[in-house]
């Protein structure tokens, strides 16, 4: 193969990676974020099952993070609901190291995505508000609790978008 059509083939694949990625891009912009470095990818979801009301619900996913943005180790989940209409309902921290369950202070999918099955959550997104705060959050007490394998809260009866009044997450 001759260094021209070496080049060419080159400046093809290219053209066809930046057309790709600008085409992802529009669809979910989270993608250019953590090209830039102001986005992570939290990964696949963990394996769990989720109850919602006693019944199995197979559409609330269950990642699990285990450090910060700053490095430091943390232990929380991140419920996400798929079906929530409401946005800022659509994710749920459920955060073992701190107790608390809250959710994020932006859930626009520049802050919070799912591309391919694996969770993207930038840098704004990975800020949680308690639900127990009276000005951003429900003034709720979720009466979290983490048991070995097993995690379980009441949800704010202002959350309808949730459709269940309480989840519990059986962890594998």
Sequence with gaps: M???KLLKALIGLLLIFAVALGLTSISHPIILKWLSGSARLVGKPTDATVYTDGQVNNHVKVF???KYWNGEPADYYILYFPYADNSRLQILSLNRKDNYAGG???TNIQDYDIVAGHLFQSEVGAK???MQDDMKGYNFNPQLVFSQRQITLT???AAKEL???SVRVVLY
């Design 104 to 106: 994020p202070s932006s």
């Design 128 to 130: 949680f508000t308690p």
């Design 155 to 157: 949800i704010p009866p």
């Design 163 to 165: 459709k269940c009044d």
């Design 2 to 4: 001759t260094h021209r």
């Design 64 to 66: 699990y993070v285990n």
